[in-house]
């Protein structure tokens, strides 16, 4: 069991799937979590609910007084920020899932959250890490970062920008002791999905017959998955536990896929 005692951390996007699953792993690790997302009330819920000491905080990643304000609400509480996630991800901008073909708002706004969002927050918190010599920080990219989409081209190139940038970020902070990795989740049953799901009648690649979003869902898993099991937010909270942990110390700028062995890099 990886031992994360004393060890404070941010997670953003942390009221939904992944990122909720990353808080209960780290946080039944040992670490102290501040649960930032742009729901809120998604975060309170979450922090009520689990043991152990967590602070929710309103912050969307787009907007740098938000993240400032999420970093001063860390070290005000906590006094340091050990553990970066760069978490908060979205699909499409609002009601994609009608749409045949990705508009400029889901280019733009997709871009905006999962690319510059993870730049802006490392970028807020680095200073800090630097100041420490001491930082971890994981990025959630996707296996859609690994090859291109033909259906959801605005969202592959997002996740090839994060594998990219964790690179960039890792030879920048590395003479800090800053290590800086991403994990590549493959297919998780989170709300994002649900609206991929959604959205397959505008795919004549990938739909089929009437069945429910779900049913869609495993079919795609058995079809691709070679492990044939979804993959659970809990399974990409372990391989964070590893990256943030002192385990990990020599691995930096890498993304490891955690999909069932879809794709071997
Ligand atoms: N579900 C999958 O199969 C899958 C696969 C690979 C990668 N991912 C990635 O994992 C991450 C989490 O995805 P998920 O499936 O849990 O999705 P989700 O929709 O369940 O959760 C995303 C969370 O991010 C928050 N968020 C969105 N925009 C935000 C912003 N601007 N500021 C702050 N918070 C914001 C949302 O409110 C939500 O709580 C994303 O980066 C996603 O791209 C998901």
Redesign the pocket.
Known sequence: MIGLEGKSVIV????????MGIVKVLSSAGASTLI????FQ?VKDISDSLKGTHVPCK????NLSDVEEMVSLALETFGKVDILVN?????GASEWWDREIPNDDDWDQVHS??VR?VARVTQAVSPHMKEMKYGKVVN?????GRRGSPDLPHYSTT?AAVISLTQSSALELAEFGINVNAI?????W????EAIARRRTHSSRISSNDESGREFFERVVQETIPLKREQT?EDIGNLCAFLVSDLSSNITGQAINVDGGRFSN
């Open positions: 953003t996007g942390g009221a939904s799937g992944i990122g930032a997302d742009r729901n998604g912050a969307d990643v787009t978490n908060a991800g979205i699909i959250v999962n969002g959630i990219a996707s296996i859609a996740k590549c989740p493959g297919l998780l989170t709300p994002m999905w937010p």
